[in-house]
């Protein structure tokens, strides 16, 4: 069966691997996004889908939109039977949904319809949702709202960060896919729609998120600690400058302190009080620096208790 994958991050690389290593796929074409410069030389990256595609010697297409004729032409030449699109950052035009005979699919990180859109991973965390996972759909006019074919649940830990949970999520969404790759090329899935009246919306990350509001309660900000774990990270201001925070801790803060205020600054840690609760400021990062225990950054810069740190809406430059 003639297959077109589309996908970009390494989120998408299990998926990937499941369709090229099945002996009844023939890949025809990958589709990934345009390359993209970073770092300080502006070095220009492929995509780790790209990465792969062009190992195994599979055509791929990267369209800056899929609005213009060309990239449309180019998929309906390749004649695919099936589209299987996995964190790709484009939606899918009706013109290119109707090429592909068996239909077009998507492995998406949540059990929809909760935790529709684009950062489905953090966003469960943030929530302090204790159940995810991923889900196949058939891939509709609405975001994430096609019918739904198979899933596959995953608990989450009390320390889960966007980072391990992506990377256990990308694991399975290759799992779920091999495992019904199958059923998709024999039309045999048996499909569910999709309660709308359930769902919910997972917005795109932005760096505008990434400053602490000592104002929230203790358990909402230690879970966007760790939500924003690698990216785009969590800020504190401390004055001086703007600290990125790696890891905290909820403990019994005082009833007698506001928000922001310093209980604590030794060698056990930097504790803050919060709306409710207090944080404890375990390893920190200053903009360009390596990461430091909280010891460590008061070596330098003293802090010392009853200081009230501002909820700011500055951003450190360090990722």
């Given at each position: ?42 070095k ?13 010697g ?29 964190a ?77 949970l ?30 709308d ?26 879970r ?5 774990s ?22 019994e ?37 390596r ?29």
């Amino acid at each position: 069966m003639r297959v077109v994958f589309a996908g970009t991050p390494e989120f998408a690389v299990p998926s990937f691997l499941a369709v090229a290593c099945s002996p009844r796929v023939e890949l025809v074409g990958v589709m990934t996004r345009p390359d993209r410069s970073s770092g300080r030389g502006r070095k220009v990256r492929f995509s780790p889908v790209k990465l792969q595609a062009l190992e195994q010697g599979i055509p791929v297409c990267q369209p800056e939109t899929l609005t213009t004729p060309d990239a449309r032409e180019w998929f309906a030449r390749l004649m695919p039977d099936l589209l299987v699109v996995v964190a790709y950052g484009m939606l899918f035009p009706a013109e290119f949904l109707e090429i592909p005979r068996q239909g077009c699919f998507n492995v998406h990180a949540s059990l929809l319809p909760r935790w529709r859109g684009a950062a489905p991973i953090q966003r469960a965390i943030e929530a302090g949702d204790q159940v995810t996972g991923v889900s196949l759909m058939r891939i509709s006019a609405g975001l994430d709202a096609g019918p739904l074919l198979a899933t596959r649940s995953v608990a989450m830990g009390s320390r889960e960060t966007g980072g391990s949970l992506h990377d256990t999520l990308s694991f399975q969404g290759g799992k779920l896919l091999s495992d019904n790759l199958e059923g998709l090329m024999s039309g045999s899935l048996r499909e569910t729609e999709q309660d709308d009246a359930r769902a919910t919306h997972a917005p795109k990350l932005s760096r505008s998120e990434c400053p602490v509001d000592w104002n929230h309660p203790a358990i909402r900000l230690e879970r966007k600690v760790r939500a924003f774990s690698p990216w785009p990270g969590t800020t504190a201001d401390f004055g001086e400058t703007v600290m990125k925070i790696h890891k905290v801790r909820v403990v019994e803060g005082s009833a007698s302190a506001v928000p922001g205020e310093v209980l604590v600054a030794d060698r056990s840690g930097i504790v803050i009080q919060t709306l409710d609760d207090a944080l404890v400021m375990d390893t920190l990062q200053k903009p360009g620096g390596r990461v430091m225990s909280a010891a460590e950054y008061l070596n330098g810069r003293p802090l010392s208790p009853g200081t009230v740190l501002p909820s700011s809406t500055r951003v450190a430059p360090c990722t």
